[in-house]
């Protein structure tokens, strides 16, 4: 199942998955670029004293934005930090000696995750989006129990062991990976801006009558309220609906 069209032009997997933990109350250090020019390419680095080289970082280190140390931290999501990396695939690997589907990361990077979240103490953790369950045609057909492959939003704490090991790189099965999130609620974490505010301009200029009530109800209705773009958005259309009406009792 291919990506809607409002998210073909450029935007990254990665970037969809940073929408996500927006709505689930955690605010974001973007500690590395996702984008490449961020970083001349390169991965980002922690300096540690009495270690002659940088470690490879995780991609973000995350802040409940409402932690409270009374309540149960019942999953990840209620962790006070939590380093995340994200990985957005074009697709799993099925691997026919073992008979699964199955991802992975750059061993090195692996172990310095491992060294990162010993030394700061924060949990950290693997994330993979794939967008897609349609593979790419291969040599040999994948049997038919496996398909359509696996989509989602995966996770697993960089302290699971991989099970298996090629050259350069560790993997895990998907089957020993937790389902973090449907597609589809990744999904329906994005929006774009633009778009939105054309459509609440349309409701505004539309012949039924619209009151200020009725557009924030609408902006509070699809987005979530710990979005960053909200309360702006709020004021934002407030100012505009003001203006209209100004205009519309002078014409």
């Given amino acids: ?3 809607p069209p409002t998210f ?3 935007q990254k997997v ?3 998955v940073l929408q996500f933990f927006l709505t689930k109350g955690r605010m974001l250090v973007e500690v590395g670029a996702l984008k490449k020019e961020g970083l001349d390419g390169k ?4 300096y540690v004293p009495n270690r002659i080289t940088p470690l490879v970082s995780p991609d973000l280190l995350t802040v409940k934005t409402d932690y409270d140390q009374t309540v149960l931290q ?3 999501w209620d962790f006070p930090f939590l380093w995340a990396e994200v990985k957005g695939k074009n697709e799993f690997t099925f691997y026919r000696r073992k008979d699964r589907w199955q991802t992975g990361i750059d061993k090195r990077h692996y172990e310095h995750y491992v060294e990162v979240q010993t030394l700061t103490r924060i949990p950290a953790w693997l994330f993979f989006f794939q967008p897609e369950d349609t593979p790419k045609p291969q040599r040999e057909p994948i049997p038919e129990k496996h398909l359509p492959m696996p989509r989602g939003l995966y996770a697993c704490p960089i302290s699971q062991k991989y099970s298996d ?3 350069h790189m560790v993997y895990w099965g998907i089957c020993e990976l937790q389902q973090v999130a449907t597609v589809e609620e990744v999904l329906a974490a994005q929006y774009d ?4 505010h054309k459509e609440l301009l349309a409701l505004l200029r539309s012949e039924t009558e619209q009151t200020l009530e009725e557009v924030t109800a609408k902006i509070k209705q699809t987005m979530p309220d710990n979005h960053p773009d909200r309360s702006p958005l709020l004021k ?5 609906h003001e203006r209209f009406t100004r205009k519309k009792i002078s014409a």
């Fill in 14 to 16: 990665e970037n969809m």
């Fill in 43 to 46: 991965a980002p680095s922690i």
């Fill in 8 to 10: 073909s032009h450029g």
């Fill in 74 to 76: 019942s999953t990840f």
């Fill in 193 to 196: 801006v633009q778009i939105y």
């Fill in 165 to 167: 090991e090629w050259e």
């Fill in 1 to 3: 199942m291919p990506l």
């Fill in 236 to 240: 934002a259309w407030g100012y505009k």
